[in-house]
């Protein structure tokens, strides 16, 4: 990489946004994170203290603030989709210029139309991304990183090239393993054509992955095929066997997000990944009626309007 420093904006330092800030302030680059008045405070005193098998222990300082005000390079969004819509303000349009990379970290596959329209005014580039990590915020500041990869996969088919680069090579310098990819769709369908399955199932009957590959496998393949045939037809071809094998190899203790947030009594991030693949199979006439079906019953349970 060369010796180029970015300014990097991280709205939602949490497991992964504090992360990544943290291995980009700890490579010389410049960024702000943007939080709450309390834990935009934490950081402006404390830094953010990472734990990691693959990085160590380390400690680095970051800049903050509850709202940015000027230009960077690139604005990475990495909090949950329940948060986005007030979040957002955190990120106004008036800091953003026409050479602001904008990459949300997000799950499922209709955010970045969403923050295209968003910002639409300022021309900024949106740059959606993918990431493979186990990241936890243990408290403002202080970041658990469990696993033995971090791992992103980078897009945005209408961004400029030299700005992806640019981005790419940060990360990759930073310890992320970090891929540049072409095609838009088919990095969010492949991401999505994963999560979904394991999401909805794993939360819908309360288990890890291991007992849902075992006890509800049939309805595991079938939620599995419909998502590839959903992909597929949004123009991403998905192998369902491939994604099966995926998580054949997980541990089986492995539980989703999804899962997480409702044993912990917070929102689901169901609308973004359940809805949208509904919504989805609707637009390209799609049969999915186990992904109906359990979609349904989630929304039922958390008492969520369809």
Not at 130 to 154: K, M, N, Q, W, Y
Not at 260 to 282: H, T
Request: with cysteine; hydrophobic share 40%.
């Amino acid at each position: 990489m060369s010796d180029e420093r970015l300014t990097v904006a991280v709205l939602g330092p949490g497991g992964v946004g504090g992360l990544l800030a943290a291995l980009l302030a700890r490579t010389g680059h410049r960024v702000i994170c943007l939080a709450g008045e309390e834990t935009a405070q934490t950081l402006e005193k404390t830094g953010i203290q990472v734990t990691s098998p693959r990085f160590g222990e380390f400690t680095t300082h970051v800049e903050s603030a509850t709202e940015l005000r000027e230009p960077v390079d690139a604005a990475l969004i990495t909090v949950k989709h329940t948060t986005l819509a007030p979040a957002l303000h955190r990120l106004p349009p008036t800091a953003l210029t026409p050479e602001t990379l904008i990459v949300p970290f997000l799950n499922g596959v209709e955010h970045p139309a969403l923050l295209r329209a968003h910002y639409g005014g300022t021309a900024a580039h949106v740059a959606p991304a993918t990431i493979r990590v186990e990241s936890t915020r243990v408290t403002p500041g202080v970041i658990e990183h469990g696993s033995p990869f971090a791992e992103v996969d980078l897009t945005g088919d209408a961004a400029p090239r030299a700005r992806l680069n640019s981005l790419a090579g940060a990360l990759e310098w930073s310890g992320v393993t970090t891929r540049l990819l072409a095609d838009e769709t088919a990095v969010l369908w492949a991401k999505m054509s994963f999560l979904a399955p394991f999401a909805l199932l794993t939360t819908r009957h309360g288990l890890p992955l291991g007992e849902i590959r075992t006890h509800h496998r049939e309805e595991l393949t079938a939620l599995v095929e419909e998502t590839a045939a959903v992909g597929t037809a949004a123009g991403a071809p998905v192998d369902p066997a491939e994604t099966l094998r995926r998580y054949d190899a997980f541990p089986p203790a492995t539980k989703s997000s999804m899962q997480r947030d409702a044993e912990a009594g917070r929102p689901l991030e169901l609308d973004a990944i359940g809805g949208a693949l509904l919504r989805a199979a609707e637009r390209h006439c799609v049969r999915v009626p186990v992904a109906t079906k359990v979609v349904t019953e989630l929304r039922t349970a958390a008492g969520t309007p369809d």
